[in-house]
């Protein structure tokens, strides 16, 4: 081992979104958006730490990890209430994470894990699989090749930083790690989390991209990439699953940024800020929190130029009258 390098190939498609990316990135930064208001920032990190969650099975809404990591009381499975705030603890020192240290990763696993494993920020023991309806679809390498495989990982990614391009050293770790399976839990929630800090080294923008609501949104898709690499042994069609995933968070975040520098009615303007990124309101509760008796004058000054101009979205809408109707600032 120790000159082991990950197989793979870069075609002109993974290229093109490469570029694609950096623009995007380079609009972001220009925006100076996610450095400026901190709600915004907040917002996405809630939101990746959920998605991520989320994907592992942990059944707590938005609006409960929210008020989990904002220190209200929530009832809820305490397993689940403690992966959110170990998660959250992990995502806030991303700044402080060297990602190429091994030593680093176990003691991040150690937090994203404190008190829900017995074998919290330590490689696994035991042999592990992935299922799928009760049918094993993968065997992971034995424990007792993990240390040297992990290794062998670090060392690419150390004498290649600067020579391969981050969007795809990322993508290319992150398969691999999953492969490995280091731990005997949090193997996915890890990956990600590692997935944005190297993207966070190139682009500290990166810090608040919450780019794991996007694979949470096509998480089978996530699945059958990982499921395709495994049976061609390269991880090509991870890579450019993942390339495609950053490039349309990207679109949701210049689409956030735009929200927020809306410079048409005060009216509209009110609104927004009364709303939270993904929640969704009631006409009423809205009403409420702008302090407004009048329906009509709401629906004429503040809600129909909202949704006209694709700043909120109705979440029935082929049924603009429903009694269930609500709206979610995009």
């Known amino acids: 081992m120790g000159k082991y390098s990950p197989p793979y190939t870069i075609t002109d498609q993974m290229l093109g979104i490469v570029s694609d990316i950096s623009e995007k990135v380079g609009r972001i930064t220009g925006y100076r958006e996610l450095e400026s208001r901190p709600h915004l920032r907040k917002n996405n990190r809630i939101r990746s730490v959920h998605s991520s969650l989320k994907i ?19 009832l809820g499975d305490q397993k689940e209430i403690h992966e959110v705030k170990n998660a959250y603890s992990a995502y806030e020192i991303i700044p402080e994470i060297d990602p190429m240290s ?20 330590k490689f696994r023991k035991g042999a592990e699989g992935v299922f799928s309806g009760g049918k094993c679809i993968f065997i992971a390498p034995p424990p007792e090749l993990v240390p040297d495989l992990i290794n062998d990982l670090f060392r690419w ?25 280091p731990f005997s839990d949090g193997n996915g929630r890890m990956a990600r989390l590692w997935h944005t800090v190297l993207l966070y080294r190139w682009r500290n923008i990166f810090e608040y991209i919450p780019l794991e609501s996007q694979i ?14 495994h049976a061609k042994g390269n991880s ?14 990207l679109d949701e975040v210049i689409s956030q940024s ?40 709401f629906r004429k000054n503040y809600l129909t130029p909202a949704l006209d101009a694709g700043l909120i979205e109705m979440t029935i809408p082929d049924k603009p009258s429903s009694r269930n109707q609500r709206y979610v600032k995009r």
């Open 102 to 121: 091994v030593r680093n990763l176990k003691k991040i696993h150690g937090i994203m894990t404190e008190n829900i494993i017995t074998e919290s920020g």
């Open 157 to 181: 990614m150390k004498k290649n930083e600067g020579i391969v391009h981050p969007l795809i050293m990322a993508a290319v770790f992150h398969y691999e790690f999953v492969f490995i399976h």
């Open 216 to 229: 949470e949104k096509y998480q089978q898709e996530y699945y059958d990439a990982i499921s395709k690499c």
């Open 236 to 249: 090509d069609a991870f890579i450019l699953f993942m390339l495609k995933t950053i490039s349309n968070v």
């Open 258 to 297: 735009s929200i927020s520098a809306f410079s048409g009615s005060e009216y509209v303007k009110k609104l927004l800020e009364c709303m939270e990124y993904d929640v969704p309101y009631t006409a009423s509760a809205l009403m409420n929190m702008l302090g407004m008796k009048s329906r009509d004058s």
């Open 56 to 74: 592992e099975a942990n059944s707590l809404s938005l609006t409960e990890v929210r008020d989990v990591i904002n220190g209200h009381l929530v």
